[in-house]
């Protein structure tokens, strides 16, 4: 199944078409508690993780850890960014505001780009300064058109640009660092669970199995993900995660019947235009790098 499942292009798709599709599961915990899914989502994620990483013949043995103490600690960092991604995810999807999460991964790519230009000292290219630039008025505008910033959207934006960047500094394979990661965050989501509702119980009108299954919605397309992820190009890669915010948006505005005003429109095409202008470089990049003759995937 590994074997087949290492088919990369379409694997890395399925996984994003999956994340995509999020929000109509999220859509029957509306009103649950946010520290419960989350505690929930962690707990059962950890043993769904440690089964799936031991089909995996590569994978850094728990004994030698320690022996990359920077990779523990960076994991450690990357666990914390998981849960701010995973808690204001959560909320956006069981409060109704779809649009957020789309947004916010839509801007994404934009705050990889600053950030590998700031921490890792990469050019930025003529295109890809305008489209920070493009992203940038877009949120500008609707900050002082209706003073509102959509906090939500860039808080997932900003932590899962960062939890990439972090990515960079940790040498483990993939399994075995999203596994630590989910250990790192269990004490955190425990204290945040004790603190915020030491007296709330599970709403009742929410099925317990509902809580549970947040482990595998969350685990089986960040595995297909990483399972491809070495047997897929990076441009297919790039291309295939806006099929998640796209799917969200439409999800958000045709399913959930969101509105979607002049403001956010505005700041959504400035995105989109900054998205686009990044899409064609990459794409021209790529086809150059590629001889004539032959077309091969990896």
């Excluded at 290492?6 to 996984?15: C, E, N, R, T």
Aim: some cysteine.
């Amino acid at each position: 199944m590994i074997k087949y499942l290492q088919s990369g292009p379409l694997v890395v798709v399925m996984a994003f078409i999956l994340w995509g599709l999020t929000p109509l599961f999220y859509k029957y915990l509306s009103g649950g508690v946010l520290t419960h899914i989350l505690i929930y989502r962690v707990i059962f994620s950890i043993p769904l993780l440690l089964g799936i990483r031991l089909l995996f013949n590569r994978r850094t043995l728990f004994r030698d850890l320690l022996k990359d103490k920077r990779s523990f600690v960076f994991c450690m960092i990357a666990g914390l960014l998981m849960i701010i991604s995973w808690s204001s995810f959560i909320y956006a999807l069981t409060n109704h505001q779809v649009l957020d999460p789309s947004l916010g991964y839509f801007i994404n790519p934009l705050f990889v780009i600053l950030l590998g230009y700031i921490f890792l000292k990469e050019k930025l290219s003529l295109f890809q300064m305008i489209a920070v630039f493009s992203g940038t008025s877009g949120l500008l505008f609707q900050l002082f058109s209706v003073r509102n910033l959509p906090i939500l959207a860039l808080i997932m934006g900003l932590s899962f640009a960062l939890y990439g960047l972090i990515r960079k500094f940790i040498h483990y394979d993939a399994i075995t660092s999203v596994t630590l990661e989910t250990f790192w965050s269990l004490p955190v989501s425990l204290i945040l669970f004790i603190y915020t509702d030491p007296d709330v119980t599970t709403p009742s009108e929410i099925p317990c199995i509902l809580y549970i299954m947040t482990a595998p919605v969350t685990v089986i397309p960040l595995v297909l993900f990483a399972v491809a992820l070495n047997h897929t190009s990076l441009i297919v890669t790039g291309l295939a995660q806006y099929i998640e915010p796209s799917m969200q948006f439409l999800i958000a505005v045709f399913i959930f019947g969101e509105v979607i005003h002049y403001d956010e429109l505005f700041c959504f095409s400035a995105v989109w235009l900054g998205l686009l202008l990044c899409i064609i470089e990459s794409c021209y990049r790529h086809y150059r790098q590629i001889p004539v003759c032959k077309h091969h995937t990896r």
